[in-house]
């Protein structure tokens, strides 16, 4: 029950989170659209609530349990990483807290004006460093039955979710970002694959223009 429970979420929150349903807003409610990522995150709290209490109702004992060496380890390093990554980001505009246009391919202020492909001492290391560590913060904890079905849940979800968004960045940026894709991983370092910082600033200067996305994972 558990499983099909978050499989709906998942489910219901990617499909909002399509250019067709942002496509459709923008043409239905235009005066509404600019805030669509605030009515999207609220929904997504809400929503998530009932779930996140349900499954510590439906815990138990633990099935097993995480040494401290790890969590002290990777817990503290994935919060950083997340601290990191946040000075990289218009904050506001991805809670949704100042409006902002819909990026929609083909629409007028897709991407949003002034908006430009960012690129961090992160992301010169991974695609998606707080994809990364939510993973790491899913994982590395203590788990019984009802989390360990949400994790694997949540998980699966962020993969999908990996692929969704670099489709989605892919139609936004276009080759500036299918060069990245080849050049950074997507969940976890390499030593052989990164971003030196002026092969960065090159990149950036590529894909300067109208066009734009900053990257949100």
Same mark, same amino acid.
């Given at each position: ?41 609220? +929904?997504?709290? %809400?929503?998530?609530? =009932? @779930?996140?209490?349900?499954? &510590?109702?439906?815990? *138990?004992? /633990? ?30 505009? +991805?809670?949704? %807290?100042?409006?902002? =246009? @819909?990026?929609?391919?083909? &629409?007028?202020?897709? *991407?949003? /004006? ?33 989390? %360990? ?69």
């Amino acid at each position: 029950m558990l499983a099909a429970l978050w499989a709906a979420y998942c489910g219901l929150h990617s499909l909002l989170a399509t250019f067709a349903v942002k496509r459709l807003v923008s043409r239905v409610v235009p005066a509404l659209a600019g805030w669509y990522r605030a009515a999207y995150s609220l +929904f997504a709290l %809400l929503t998530l609530i =009932p @779930l996140l209490g349900l499954m &510590e109702r439906l815990g *138990g004992e /633990p099935i097993w349990l995480t040494p401290s060496a790890l969590k002290w380890t990777l817990l503290p390093l994935a919060g950083l990483v997340i601290a990191w990554s946040l000075r990289d980001y218009p904050v506001g505009e +991805f809670l949704g %807290l100042r409006p902002a =246009p @819909l990026e929609v391919p083909g &629409e007028a202020g897709a *991407g949003g /004006p002034g908006v430009a492909f960012v690129l961090g001492v992160p992301h010169r290391f991974v695609r998606h460093p707080w994809y990364a560590s939510a993973l790491a913060v899913i994982w590395v904890r203590d788990m019984d039955q009802a989390q %360990l079905v949400s994790a694997a849940c949540w998980s699966l979800y962020i993969l999908v979710g990996l692929r969704l968004e670099e489709a989605r960045l892919e139609a936004l940026i276009g080759e500036p970002y299918r060069l990245y894709r080849e050049r950074v991983p997507a969940l976890v370092p390499s030593p052989w694959r990164y971003l030196g910082r002026r092969e960065a600033d090159r990149l950036l200067r590529d894909a300067a223009g109208p066009v734009a996305a900053n990257q949100r994972s």
